[in-house]
Every structure is written in C-alpha cells, then in structure tokens.
C-alpha cells in the first residue's frame, strides 16, 4: 500500500520533490534495519523511477546508490547506461558492478562509458585489458593516466601495437618505467615513421637523407636501449628484433662495437638454436675457430664471418682493461680497412659512423658541462 501511494503521488510531484523523494528510497532500500518485504518494495519502486523522465530525478538515484556495493542490481546497470552524465556517477564508483558486469559494458557501451570506465580506481588487469582490445586512443590515454590501475606486460604491448601511431599515447608509454622493450622498440618505429612523414622536415632536409638520418637515428637509439634492458627482457626483445628483420650483420656489428656483449649473446642463442650456457662460453673464453663457427651457425656469411670474431676478440681485451667503446671500433677499422670485399666494406662504413656519432655525442656532452 505504500508503496503504491508512493506511485501515485510520484505521478503529480515537481521535479524538485521526486529528486528528493529518490535520494530517501535509495537511503532507505541501502539501510541495513529493513525488513525483506520493505526492501522489496524499495527495489520496486527504484525500478519504477528509472523511467522517470528527468535526468535530475535518474541522477538523484545514481548519486544515492554509486556509494554501495549492495545497491539492487538491476537499479544500477541501467543506470551504468543512462545519458552520461549519469551513467558516469556510476560507471566510476560503483562496486555493485563486477568485473564481468564492466567487460559487458566496455564491449556493447560508447567510447565515453569506456573512458569512463577506464577512470575507475582500482581497476583490475582484466577489465584494463578489455579496455585496450577494444578501445580507441582517447580511452586508453585516460587508462594511461589512472594512478590506480597495474597494467600488466601483455596489456602494455598491446597499446603499443593498437596505438603507438597515436602521439599523446606513445608520449605516455615511453615516460613508464616498466614499459617492455620490444614494446619500447615499437613505439621508435613510430617516432621514426612521423619524422620521416612530417611534411616541413622533408622540405627543408630532403625526402632520402630524412629516411637516412631517421634509420641512423633509429639504429643508435634501439643499440642505447639495449644497454639498459635487464637480463630476463633480452629474449623477448630479440626475439621481436627477429620478427621485424633487424638482426642483420650490421645491426649485430653496431651492438658488438657498443660492446652490448649480453645481447649479442641472446641473439646468437636465438639465431643458432644453441644453448645459451654455451654461446655464453664461447663468446667470453671461445678460440678463434670457435666463435666464428658460432657466428656462421647464426646465419652469418663466412665472407663476414672474421670480422665478427676480430669484434669479438677485441671487445675481450678492452673489457680487460676497460677501454671504451671507441677503442674496440678504431682497432677493428685498422685491421680490415683494405680488405676489399663489398660485404666487409659496408660492415666497416657502419663501424665508422658509430665513431663519428660518439665523438659528436662526447662533444655534445662537453659543451652541456661548460653552459
């Protein structure tokens, strides 16, 4: 009775009135010393206000219940869909929706009810996932910038691979500590690509030398970032190498003289199928005879093939006396600069450019120190 006198008298209220009236069932339904049958009829009646035709009445009810994760059910998904500035009340702070609840509702919702979503706290790795496979930019920047949310590997590469072309995206990404490295190096693909597709540089530099001042560039930047990935991110990160065709001779020969020996080491084991104790083995302590057997089982050419081990041979006695970087490139131009062959000529081209990019890097350096 009444909660039919409620329904009638609903029927004549202003605006104002109903609004309230919804904020006092919503307390009501919420309050713990109700009976079954009082709670019943709360949830009727709750159910009868979603029809209201005033968003301030349906934004009343979404303010009231968003609180409690005891709120009725079938109450708050239609809420969770109303127009969005009511659905975003619940959408953010609701704990009656569960995980399987918002999954639901980032697959069959709007890209704003998504971003929404993508803002709530504690937002678990699943429902964060969801977000990323289906989302666009615009929300998963927003699940970028929620403090609350862990991403996991896989979901980070995913945005990568869905949205590194998106600037504002791979700004965010490249700026965390725990982005992986092939997912790292995906995004310098895209930073490389805009570069080489931006129209005002290409005018004032010149469509070829911008390709080849943005690979050079590239090539320099993935070899830096080789150097600060841990141990256990080697695989995956040569293994993606791998798939995009960059462990050609010269890629392998620029991380050699960098002497980015860890690396070079999980591409040989990649590349040769040998176990990684003994490539390990060969490379630090191996003969002559050995490593270029290594090297030849990793695809490399028995044209090239010496190089890599006078490489090799000469990192081991810089390491031993701690020599730089320079020393291992300088020696290695020394000893085959009149070797002749094409194949050998454009290893030693590279080898030079990378003296000539660390004395302007070292020259750089210094001329920081004394502004």
Same mark, same amino acid.
């Given at each position: 009775?009444?909660?039919?006198?409620?329904?009638?008298?609903?029927?004549?209220?202003?605006?104002?009135?109903?609004?309230?009236?919804?904020?006092?069932?919503?307390?009501?339904?919420?309050?713990?010393? @109700?009976?079954?049958?009082?709670?019943?009829?709360? *949830?009727?009646?709750?159910?009868?206000?979603?029809?209201?035709?005033?968003?301030?009445?349906?934004?009343? !009810?979404?303010?009231? !219940?968003?609180?409690? /994760?005891?709120?009725?059910?079938?109450?708050?998904?239609?809420?969770?869909? %109303?127009?969005?500035?009511?659905?975003?009340? $619940?959408? $953010?702070?609701?704990? *009656?929706?569960?995980?399987?609840?918002?999954?639901?509702? $980032?697959?069959?919702?709007?890209?704003?009810?998504?971003? !929404?979503?993508?803002?709530?706290?504690?937002?678990?790795? #699943?429902?964060?996932?969801?977000?990323?496979?289906?989302?666009?930019?615009?929300?998963?920047?927003?699940?970028? %910038?929620?403090? %609350?949310?862990?991403? +996991?590997?896989?979901?980070?590469?995913?945005?990568?691979?869905?949205? #590194?072309?998106?600037? #504002?995206?791979?700004?965010?990404?490249?700026?965390?500590?725990?982005?992986?490295?092939?997912?790292?190096?995906?995004?310098?693909?895209?930073?490389?690509?805009?570069?080489? +597709?931006?129209?005002?540089?290409?005018?004032?530099?010149?469509?070829?030398?911008?390709?080849?001042?943005?690979?050079? =560039?590239?090539?320099? &930047?993935?070899?830096?970032? @080789?150097?600060?990935?841990?141990? +256990?991110?080697?695989?995956?990160?040569?293994?993606?190498?791998?798939?995009?065709?960059?462990?050609?001779?010269?890629?392998?020969?620029?991380?050699?003289?960098? +002497?980015?020996?860890?690396?070079?080491?999980?591409?040989?084991?990649?590349?040769?199928?040998?176990?990684?104790?003994?490539?390990?083995?060969?490379?630090?302590?191996?003969?002559?005879?050995?490593?270029? =057997?290594?090297?030849?089982?990793?695809?490399?050419?028995?044209? @090239?093939?010496?190089?890599?081990?006078?490489?090799?041979?000469?990192?081991?006695? =810089?390491? /031993?006396? &701690?020599?730089?970087?320079?020393?291992?490139?300088?020696?290695?131009?020394?000893?085959?600069?009149?070797? #002749?062959?094409?194949? @050998?000529?454009?290893?030693?081209?590279?080898?030079?450019? !990378?003296?000539? *990019?660390?004395?302007?890097?070292?020259?750089?350096?210094?001329?920081?120190?004394?502004?």
């Amino acid at each position: 009775m009444i909660v039919q006198a409620f329904l009638r008298w609903v029927e004549g209220a202003k605006t104002s009135d109903r609004a309230r009236a919804a904020r006092a069932l919503a307390r009501a339904f919420l309050m713990e010393r @109700i009976t079954s049958r009082e709670r019943d009829a709360a *949830a009727m009646a709750l159910n009868y206000l979603l029809d209201d035709p005033s968003p301030v009445v349906r934004l009343a !009810l979404a303010e009231s !219940l968003c609180v409690s /994760a005891a709120a009725p059910r079938t109450v708050v998904l239609s809420l969770a869909e %109303d127009q969005p500035e009511i659905a975003a009340t $619940i959408l $953010i702070n609701s704990p *009656a929706l569960t995980d399987d609840d918002l999954v639901d509702l $980032i697959g069959r919702g709007s890209a704003t009810n998504r971003a !929404l979503i993508a803002a709530r706290p504690k937002l678990s790795r #699943g429902v964060a996932a969801a977000i990323v496979e289906v989302g666009e930019a615009m929300e998963v920047a927003v699940l970028l %910038d929620n403090p %609350d949310v862990k991403l +996991g590997r896989g979901t980070l590469e995913r945005i990568a691979q869905r949205h #590194g072309h998106d600037c #504002g995206v791979r700004t965010v990404l490249l700026e965390r500590d725990d982005l992986p490295a092939n997912a790292r190096h995906s995004l310098m693909q895209h930073v490389g690509r805009a570069l080489v +597709g931006f129209g005002l540089v290409q005018a004032l530099v010149g469509e070829q030398r911008v390709e080849r001042i943005v690979h050079e =560039a590239k090539e320099v &930047a993935t070899v830096a970032m @080789i150097g600060a990935v841990e141990a +256990g991110e080697l695989p995956a990160l040569v293994e993606h190498l791998r798939r995009e065709g960059r462990l050609t001779p010269a890629f392998l020969m620029h991380a050699l003289c960098s +002497g980015k020996v860890d690396f070079i080491a999980a591409a040989l084991v990649s590349l040769s199928g040998l176990e990684e104790r003994r490539v390990r083995a060969i490379v630090a302590g191996g003969r002559a005879h050995a490593i270029r =057997a290594l090297y030849e089982s990793a695809g490399l050419s028995r044209e @090239i093939s010496p190089v890599f081990v006078e490489a090799t041979l000469i990192w081991r006695g =810089a390491h /031993a006396v &701690a020599s730089g970087v320079h020393d291992v490139a300088e020696e290695l131009l020394g000893r085959f600069r009149h070797a #002749g062959t094409p194949a @050998i000529g454009e290893l030693l081209a590279m080898v030079e450019k !990378l003296r000539i *990019a660390e004395e302007r890097q070292a020259a750089r350096a210094s001329a920081t120190l004394a502004a």
